[in-house]
């Protein structure tokens, strides 16, 4: 049985950083494709990061345009965790943060469409005051 969770939200003031962590148990992270999402309070769920460790341990990364330059998504195999480390958070990025992985394989072209995602977490919230 395949869970995720994730750690690390919190309540933090305009600037600051967090890192979010998911723990993936029954589920192997290397070669197949897991993302970062965000809801916030009557807003859809939006993608925010994802990313690919392909052969060779390379690893592809995509952003939404609203967090490029802000935030860094890093897996660890040996740990089998998926990292987001978010800096220079806005008010607007609070909304509860979930990870998600797909059952097999790439992201292909749907990195950041929570359609190509099968396993997902609970959720941690993330609060940024101004």
């Known amino acids: 049985q395949v869970q995720l969770v994730e750690s690390g939200g919190g309540s933090v003031q305009a600037g600051g950083s967090l890192r979010l962590s998911c723990a993936a148990s029954?589920?192997?992270?290397?070669?197949?494709?897991m993302g970062w999402f965000r809801q916030a309070p009557g807003k859809e769920r939006e993608g925010v990061a994802s990313i690919y460790s392909g052969s060779g341990g390379t690893y592809y990364t995509y952003y939404a345009d609203s967090v490029k330059g802000r935030f860094t998504i890093s897996q660890d195999n040996t740990k089998n965790t998926v990292y987001l480390q978010m800096n220079s958070l806005k008010p607007e990025d609070t909304a509860m943060y979930y990870c998600?992985?797909?059952?097999?394989?790439?992201?292909?072209?749907?990195?950041?469409?929570?359609?190509?995602?099968?396993?997902w977490g609970q959720g941690t919230q993330v609060t940024v005051s101004s």
């Open positions: 029954g589920y192997t992270y290397s070669s197949n494709c």
């Open positions: 998600a992985a797909v059952s097999m394989g790439r992201c292909g072209t749907r990195w950041l469409d929570a359609g190509r995602y099968n396993y």
